[in-house]
T-cell receptor
Framework: GIQVEQSPPDLILQEGANSTLRCNFS?????LQWFHQNPWGQLINLFY???GTKQNGRLSATTVATERYSLLYISSSQTTDSGVYFC???????????FGAGTRLFVKA | EAGVAQSPRYKIIEKRQSVAFWCNPI?????LYWYQQILGQGPKLLIQ????????DSQLPKDRFSAERLKGVDSTLKIQPAKLEDSAVYLC?????????????FGEGSRLTVL
């Protein structure tokens, strides 16, 4: 069946460190989104990235749709980056957008 | 531009009681989604509307959950009767595009605790 897998499931960083989060998906997609869920549960849009690379400040994302993966890069991490990062993938040929299980990030001061 | 509005933010009920959640999407957005997020998991789609028609409700427990989107704008999600396992955050999202090609925007969620 359709699958979205995120890795690593958990990540602890020292403030200032860099990290790469990965999202693998099992089928063709219309687009892909990355979200940050803050400690209050709000899902914040980070990137809407069906293909290619985008950058927003310390964050950037790359999607290689032909190889069915996307990467989220966080550079010079800050404590406010803590939370859960989700990728959400709407698969072609259907209506459903499926979320991965998330990567739980904790940035230590 | 106003975001997706949801209410109530928090609700505590006893099992077998009923509860309703309300969502007002971003103005002009054709597609509206209800997701259920259980603690420690990713959001799971319950139902998706395009305008006022249902396009996917395959994971909606229809014996107890119902949802409607009157006039293609606001939506309500109802649970009756509630079970302990319904404790979760109910997230509403909307997107401008039809189908699943558009960018999703989420509300703050409605946190349900069933005792």
């Amino acid at each position: 069946g359709i699958q979205v897998e995120q890795s690593p499931p958990d990540l602890i960083l020292q403030e200032g460190a860099n990290s790469t989060l990965r999202c693998n998906f099992s089928d063709s997609v219309n687009n892909l989104q990355w979200f940050h869920q803050n400690p209050w549960g709000q899902l914040i849009n980070l990137f809407y990235i069906p293909s290619g690379t985008k950058q927003n400040g310390r964050l950037s994302a790359t999607t290689v749709a032909t190889e069915r993966y996307s990467l989220l890069y966080i550079s010079s991490s800050q404590t406010t980056d803590s939370g859960v990062y989700f990728c959400a993938v709407p698969f072609t040929g259907g209506f459903k957008t499926i979320f991965g299980a998330g990567t739980r990030l904790f940035v230590k001061a | 531009e106003a975001g997706v509005a949801q209410s109530p933010r928090y609700k505590i009920i006893e099992k077998r009681q009923s509860v309703a959640f309300w969502c007002n999407p971003i103005s002009g957005h054709a597609t509206l989604y209800w997701y259920q997020q259980i603690l420690g998991q990713g959001p799971k789609l319950l139902i998706q509307f395009q305008n006022n028609g249902v396009v996917d409700d395959s994971q909606l427990p229809k014996d107890r959950f119902s949802a409607e989107r009157l006039k293609g704008v606001d939506s309500t999600l109802k649970i009756q009767p509630a079970k302990l396992e319904d404790s979760a955050v109910y997230l509403c999202a909307s997107s401008k595009n039809r189908g699943n090609t558009g960018e999703l925007f989420f509300g703050e969620g409605s946190r349900l605790t069933v005792l």
